[in-house]
């Protein structure tokens, strides 16, 4: 059915099996599996717009292009964003989720990587969810959601290595189109050098469970197109004629309708609201929660899952007592420096204030896809803690860390949590900071006229301070409470102040002083050791959301099972980050797809099973 024909009184007329409810990065890919079996009835509701070939989404620079000569951004702007805004948090800026049909992998950074073998193996393993979440066995669904293309020869960020088994740890037919930097900048290629020189490490395949050190990395651009390639032009659009998928834009998800009269909790419908009317659509198998780690448990405490005190302190009937609704919300906080450049660098802020630059740009996108205008972030370096800083004053932060976390209270959930993150800190194999290069200004100060930056922002990626997200009004189009809580547990701070120095010495060590000129935000290295040295850093969120749907035991304090089926209900799932028990190395986008492409009916048309294993992808 086509897109037009989806109003919102079509939708709440149409018989579904399944309906999803966001139609972002996890739901969109759920609803193109769900619905290659045309016996399947599949219906997505999506808050947002749908923008095909928007070019401010699917041009990688779109914000600089002259086709956008306003300059049209995708982070707060309503149209893309939901834009929510946390509790105050030192520092730190409001909570970005997207809103435009494909969510988040509609305005975020294309970066395209894979956390650590070991950090996929702990879902499985002390979270006691089973084989079916070690890195083993989501890699075919990495592998499916993705069709990989060779890097170039040249540019390169570091040497093609024919022999590093690149085209071994991808996959060739996917929907996503991944491919790697066609254009570099000035800083680029010194930036590995440097690094090199500094004791960080050269690695030619990040993706295959050990991300660790310089690499030049993937992301999700087409090769030749030169598009950000993204759920709803890669899952979506191909699929859009199906005449058993149907999806409705424009209309907020306000909660679950439940049948409470039997033994089990049967969801029978979901209410929405569309054009300030209040429809419900009906499904006869499952509901698929697929709304982001921050409207997630908004909609499940709406329909009255959840803590019941909170509900009821808001009059909210209670459906289901299921406290860890909202709770362990995680994030990638990070701290960014500024550095100019010397006349004559080339950087994305050329695109800023030199017009002929920009409209010679433009005229080789538009001629061959290719250029500045298709750049994203290529040099990226996961690194351990022991890289960075050495063994002893590991240690020493270890040991404080050790301290800090014995004088707080502790939820199961978190007592398995931070025992896991200590051994891998411990065993020096995992990174804790995502280090990436940034060929900009604007992260972490206001630019000038006529003048080149890099920034370098040091991503922190097991952060121990754990936030939450909840309802404080039952008025479904009020925004949730975000509260990260960011930086309650010193160390997370501690590190962002070594990360920061040692990128103070990366960006001014010898290999780039012909490109960097000096430091544009205030010294931590000359500002000492102490943490308060961290609110000079420009501390932002990377708006990477996890955990608050967690999966893990209902003892534990999660709130899906390993077949993210929501614990006491009969035909709930939930399908997006809020899942992750515990947060990854890397940006989430790619993992959020690999999640999704196990959801699909089992053999046998109208059968309601997910996560079917019979048939692994190839």
């Not at 149409?14 to 769900?34: N, P, Y």
């Not at 946390?86 to 990587?113: C, D, E, H, M, R």
């Amino acid at each position: 059915m086509a897109i037009f024909e989806a109003t919102a009184q079509v939708f709440s007329n149409q018989k579904f099996d399944f309906l999803i409810l966001g139609g972002g990065t996890a739901g969109l890919t759920v609803a193109a599996r769900l619905s290659e079996d045309p016996n399947i009835m599949v219906g997505v509701i999506n808050a947002g717009q749908y923008r095909p070939g928007d070019p401010v989404i699917e041009v990688p620079q779109s914000s600089a292009a002259p086709t956008n000569p306003n300059g049209i951004a995708l982070l707060g702007n309503p149209t893309y964003d939901w834009g929510f805004v946390s509790t105050p948090q030192p520092g730190l800026n409001g909570a970005s989720l997207g809103k435009v049909v494909g969510g988040s992998s509609a305005i975020n950074f294309i970066i395209w990587q894979r956390a650590a073998r070991e950090e996929y193996d702990l879902w499985s393993t002390v979270f006691g969810n089973g084989a079916r979440w070690s890195f083993s066995s989501l890699l075919p669904y990495f592998k499916k959601a993705e069709t990989w293309s060779a890097p170039p020869a040249s540019p390169a960020v570091l040497p093609v290595n024919s022999s590093s088994g690149l085209q071994q740890a991808h996959g060739n037919n996917g929907p996503i189109a991944i491919s790697y930097n066609n254009f570099l900048t000035s800083v680029d290629q010194p930036a590995v050098q440097a690094g090199l020189q500094l004791g960080l490490q050269e690695n030619f395949n990040p993706d295959l469970g050990d991300p660790t050190g310089l690499a030049s990395i993937t992301r999700n651009v087409h090769p030749t197109k030169g598009i950000r390639m993204y759920a709803g032009n890669s899952y979506y659009e191909p699929n859009a004629q199906r005449k058993n998928l149907v999806l409705l834009t424009e209309a907020q998800v306000t909660k679950l309708v439940f049948d409470t009269k039997g033994k089990q909790i049967t969801a029978t419908g979901v209410e929405y609201i569309a054009n300030n009317k209040t429809y419900i659509a009906k499904a006869t198998k499952e509901f698929i929660v697929s709304s982001g780690a921050y409207k997630t448990p908004q909609i499940l405490e709406l329909s009255g899952v959840g803590n019941k005190t909170i509900l009821q302190q808001l009059g909210i009937p209670v459906v289901l007592d299921l406290p860890g609704v909202g709770e362990n919300l995680q994030d990638h906080p990070f701290a960014g420096s500024d550095f100019k450049l010397k006349q004559g660098a080339t950087s994305l802020d050329n695109l800023r204030f030199n017009s002929t630059f920009r409209l010679q740009q433009q005229q080789l996108y538009n001629s061959s896809h290719q250029g500045i205008l298709t750049y994203t972030p290529g040099v990226v370096a996961p690194v351990t803690l022991q890289s960075l800083i050495g063994n002893n004053q590991t240690n020493e932060l270890i040991q404080s860390l050790t301290h800090s976390l014995d004088n707080i209270h502790q939820t199961p959930l978190q007592k398995v949590q931070y025992q896991a993150q200590l051994n891998l800190l411990k065993s020096g194999r995992v990174p804790f900071l995502n280090m990436v290069v940034f060929p900009t200004g604007g992260f972490a100060s206001t630019p000038e006229a006529n003048t080149s930056y890099v920034t370098i922002a040091m991503v922190e990626v097991h952060p121990f301070s754990r936030g939450s997200v909840h309802i404080s009004s039952s008025q479904p189009l009020a925004a949730p409470t975000i509260n990260p809580h960011y930086f309650e547990i010193p160390f997370d701070a501690e590190i962002l102040v070594k990360a920061t120095q040692f990128a103070e010495r990366w960006m001014l060590s010898d290999a780039l002083d012909g490109v960097v000129q000096s430091l544009n935000t205030p010294s931590v290295i000359a500002g000492g050791q102490d943490n308060s040295a961290a609110e000079t850093c420009g501390r932002q969120s990377t708006n990477h959301p996890i955990g608050t749907t967690a999966m893990a035991p209902l003892s534990m304090g999660g709130v899906v099972d390993p077949q993210l089926r929501v614990y006491g209900l009969q035909n709930v799932r939930v399908v997006d980050a809020g899942i992750f028990p515990l947060h990854i190395g890397t940006p989430p986008q790619q993992t959020v797809y690999a999640v999704a492409e196990q959801v699909r009916p089992s053999a046998g048309s109208k059968q309601s099973g997910c996560l079917n294993r019979d048939r692994p992808p190839i």
